[in-house]
């Protein structure tokens, strides 16, 4: 255990059926994005139900311009600090580039980051990731897909763009996520797309939605934890709001965040995207 923190306000643990009763009551959920025990500590005593070891550390930890040199050695050792930090959120890890081309190459990589510490995988990608997502399900492993803007794709994508403008482009988001549920998938997370198609998807499907830059009508938001305490470097991306203003604290930061998801303040209409 890091330390303790008497004002923790996650009286006791997150899990998966949690999360699932929480979409179901309609109770937004919050997620930041940590690297390190001491973040995590500080959310656990804010309110935030999840925490994503994101294999943005690439960019905001080791100072690369892309998530793409990202190793799975990096993202255990991330999910082993954060573990030892947190007492009741729900931790889940990324697979990093090239962990997951193959099934069983992602079940392997995704049993290291089981063991490090997380309780879900998230993996980038579509219909194609079908048979890896039926696979680690069957074998215990929860799933969360993401969808919409995946940063791993950059290249193929020409820069960071908004994902599912057109009709066609909405269709085919629909028709994946349907397709990663009925693999196993257990939370899709859509990066970047209209708030409205943020929200048909969130009623189209059976598991939680998280969003970022995707309007405040899925299941639950996610910010970088740089982005949302004004530590990032460079271009601000328009879905991110500097919670860590007016003389608040980091603590306070997280609370405000998490409040201001649950209340449905965050994200206001000038940190989303039309079709
Ligand atoms: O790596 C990450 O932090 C992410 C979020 C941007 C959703 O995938």
Not at 248 to 267: L, S
Request: hydrophobic letters at 40%.
């Amino acid at each position: 255990m890091y330390s303790d923190n008497t004002q923790r306000k996650l009286t006791k643990p997150v899990t998966l059926s949690t999360l699932k009763q929480m979409k179901a009551d309609q109770e937004k959920i919050s997620v930041l994005t940590a690297y390190d025990a001491s973040f995590t500590n500080v959310m656990n005593a804010a309110g935030v139900e999840m925490i994503l070891v994101g294999d943005s550390l690439g960019m905001v930890i080791q100072g690369r311009d892309s998530t793409l040199p990202v190793t799975i050695e990096d993202m255990c050792y991330h999910t082993a600090a954060v573990k030892r930090g947190n007492t009741n959120a729900f931790i889940f890890s990324d697979m990093p580039f090239m962990s997951y081309s193959k099934p069983e190459q992602a079940l392997d990589n995704a049993a290291k980051l089981m063991q490090a510490g997380a309780s879900m995988i998230k993996l980038e990608g579509g219909s194609w990731l079908a048979d890896t997502v039926r696979l680690l399900s069957q074998r215990g492993i929860p799933v969360c897909g993401h969808l919409g803007l995946t940063p791993q794709s950059v290249h193929k994508f020409g820069g960071y763009k908004v994902q599912g403008k057109t009709q066609e482009a909405a269709d085919l988001l629909l028709k994946e996520s349907l397709e990663l549920v009925d693999a196993g998938a257990d939370m899709l997370l859509y990066e970047c797309i209209p708030t409205e198609l943020g929200k048909t998807l969130t009623e189209a499907v059976p598991v939680p939605t998280i969003g970022i830059g995707a309007g405040p009508h899925t299941d639950a938001q996610v910010l970088v934890v740089q982005d949302m305490i004004g530590l990032n470097l460079g271009h601000t991306p328009r879905f991110v709001k500097n919670f860590l203003t007016d003389g608040r604290n980091i603590t306070e930061a997280f609370e405000a965040y998490v409040k201001e998801v649950k209340d449905m303040t965050f994200p206001g209409p000038e940190h989303g995207f039309k079709s």
